[in-house]
Structures are given as C-alpha cells and as structure tokens.
C-alpha cells in the first residue's frame, strides 16, 4: 500500500483529542493533530495544527455538545483540506473482563465495552458515543478499539486476583491496570534494549506505577478502576475501605436512595481528593508549586503526599522485581515538574539511586542519574498516539 492515513481518537470529559499517521509503506509520520476543547461550554476551542506546529485551524466556537465537538472534526477530515482517513484508531480505556484484546469495533463490541463502563467512569461512556458517531459519520472505514488494558493482560494471577468472595471475582472484579498505552510506547522506545527490572511511572493528572520484567508487566498500581493506586489530580489512589464506609454512612444520612449515595461518594473519590483534596486548592501541579514558593502548608502537605506515596510505590516494586536496572518518568508531571522527580528520588538512595540535579534541571527526554547512581533514571515522553497506529496497522494486517 502506498498510503495509509490513520485518524486516532482520543476522548476526554470535556475534549476529543486527534491526530492523523501516515502508516503506509512501513511510514509513521505525523501529518497533523488538533482537538476541540471545552465542551459543554461556550468557551470551547477548536484548533488544528501540522508537524511541524503551525496552526492550519484556530476557532473559538461554542461547542455545547459532544454530538457538535466531534462533526467539527468530522467535517474538517472530510473537507478535502486534509488527508482523509483510511481507518480509525480509538484509544479505549477499559473494555472488562471479556475484551482483553485490541480489535475490530462493530455494534456489539461498543455494547460490550459500555456494560462495563463503571469500571472506568470519567472515559468509558465517551468513548463508546464517539465509537458509534464514528462508524456513522465515516461509514466504510474500519475503526478499532486500542485497550489501555492490552499491556497489562500478563499480570499473574497472584497480582490481578482480589481479595474478595468469589462470586463479586465472577463478575469480573480483579486488577486491570490503565496507562497502558503510555507504558507500551516506553518499551517500544527503549527496544532492543529493554532492561530486565523496569519500573516506569506515568506521573500526570491521573497517575500510576508499572513493575515491568523482560518488557512485560508484572505489577501495575491502578487496579479495578483508575481510581486505585497511587493519588493523583483528584483521585483518592489506595485508601483504607473504612474510610469510604464512613464517608459513605455521612452520604446516606441524607441521601437515603443507594444508587445515588453511592454515586456521590464515587464524586468523592475521583474529583474531590488527591491533590485538590489536600490542597483544597488545585490539582494542577504548577498551581500547587506556585503556592508552595507563596508558603501554603496545604500545597506543600499535597505535593509531599504525591511524592512519598510514589516513593513507596516504588521501593515496593524494587522488592517484587528483586532488583531494578532502570526507572522511567512520564507523563506530564513526570516529564515537566523536576522539583517532584528530585523529591521522589531523594527518597530511593538505599536503592542505590543518586539523581544529578543538573541533568535533572531539564524537561522533556533526559537521562538524570547521577554517574555513580547504580539505576539508570530516565525522563522518556510518552507517544501513545504512536503506539495506537502501530496496532491498527498490525490488525489491518490481520
């Protein structure tokens, strides 16, 4: 094939993100990419940008819905003013217990993944409206769903089975583990020179920790939901259960309906705690940095909670690997705040891991151990948009 442009999707609460591959003869070249922004606002953005960065669109448009955020992309893709798509890649958080492999997207498969949209609240259920508006507005291509599960589908029984009677096991509540995607496109960075004892950590709004041996997980914190884990922007991460009793005891005196008691508490974990929760502040790390240098305690509380906890994270998983050759920051914290990976390191040295603060004094790809450090440590972007082409063409192949 000559040419092969791949359109990949990628859906937030109040976002759709894309961009567009050329994938043909063995290419990955980014043409373009854009997002409309703000939906459900009157404040939205809708912009298109080439490889190069120049803005090709730059609008300022309403965008009261989701169903008019995403014919704004349709339409520019089918204008003729840029390369129409051959098939569609969708990043696709969670598809449960029964899809555990990147595939094909028909009707049923998008029922399937939505009957299992609990298990990811804040993605699922947008996800599987742009699935069906994509198979409607680009009729004929074939579109697939990519799991941020898939990398994840090697953890041992031992990691992903919970504590918990078998029949709720039935009904598929185990560990799943998220950021797969982001942890693929490290590995397929580092290759051929995978080290055996990996430990990447995906450090932005949301953000989770992956024990990786021979380039396949191991262990991952986020668990049955994206909620679990390490804390992050405004989730809880792992939390002692009785703390959600009581606070879900606090609901019901005056919330007596179950379903909606229990739906204010998931409001609780996932968009009031973390960092804004701490900080009562923000769950943007560079509002909170901004605090912390103003003397605001419950900034600093917020940010070194973030950083311990992922300490610990990481020395545990140390102990699960039996060792570490390397450890990889991503994300957005991850690649940008060096104030956290110098904090989180500061806390490793009986690892053996000694971070140079000058190395460390930069943002985007670095290594920043220290010469005598015996584990490398690394800052590697993410390309997960990357990652997703190369598997909708590995399916096409199919």
Not at 206 to 228: E, F, V, W, Y
Not at 256 to 264: S, Y
Request: hydrophobic fraction near 40%.
């Amino acid at each position: 094939m000559s040419s092969l442009p791949v359109l990949v999707l990628n859906s937030g609460s109040s976002s759709i993100k894309f961009s567009v591959y050329e994938a043909g003869n063995g290419e990955r070249t980014r043409l373009f990419e854009g997002a409309v922004d703000g939906i459900g606002t009157d404040l939205g953005k809708f912009w298109i940008k080439d490889a190069e960065g120049k803005k090709l669109v730059d609008q300022t448009p309403a965008v009261p819905t989701r169903a008019v955020a995403f014919k704004m992309v349709a339409d520019a893709l089918h204008s003729g003013d840029f390369p129409a798509p051959a098939a569609i890649g969708h990043r696709t958080v969670c598809g449960g217990p029964t899809i555990t492999e990147n595939q094909l997207i028909t009707p049923q498969l998008i029922d399937e993944i939505e009957s299992y949209a609990a298990l990811a609240p804040l993605h699922t259920p947008i996800a599987v409206y742009i699935m069906r508006e994509a198979l409607k507005l680009f009729p004929g291509l074939p579109n697939f769903a990519i799991l941020d599960t898939y990398f994840h589908r090697t953890l041992p029984e031992v990691a992903k089975h919970m504590p918990i009677p078998s029949e709720y096991v039935a009904m598929g509540v185990r560990r799943y583990g998220y950021h797969g995607i982001s942890y693929e496109s490290i590995i397929h960075q580092l290759e051929p020179n995978v080290p055996e004892n990996l430990i990447v950590a995906h450090l932005g709004n949301g953000a989770s920790i992956s024990a990786i041996r021979n380039g396949k997980c191991l262990d991952t914190s986020m668990a049955l939901t994206p909620t679990s884990g390490i804390i992050s922007g405004s989730r809880t991460g792992d939390i002692d259960p009785g703390v959600l009793i009581f606070i879900l005891k606090k609901i019901a005196e005056t919330t007596p309906n179950t379903l909606e008691a229990a739906d204010k508490l998931e409001t609780v974990i996932s968009k009031k705690s973390g960092l804004l929760g701490i900080s009562e502040l923000s769950n943007d790390m560079r509002d909170l940095r901004d605090a912390i240098k103003a003397g605001n305690a419950k900034a600093r509380l917020a940010v070194d909670k973030f950083t311990w906890t992922i300490a610990r994270w990481i020395g545990s998983y140390v102990a699960e690997l039996n060792g570490l050759d390397m450890l990889v920051f991503t994300g957005g914290i991850g690649e940008n705040d060096i104030a956290a990976r110098a904090e989180i390191c500061a806390g490793l040295g009986a690892l053996g891991i000694v971070v140079d603060p000058e190395r460390n004094n930069v943002r985007g790809e670095v290594t920043i151990s220290a010469a005598n450090s015996k584990v490398k440590v690394r800052v590697i972007p993410p390309l997960e948009d990357l990652i997703i082409v190369n598997h909708v063409v590995r399916l096409l192949g199919k």
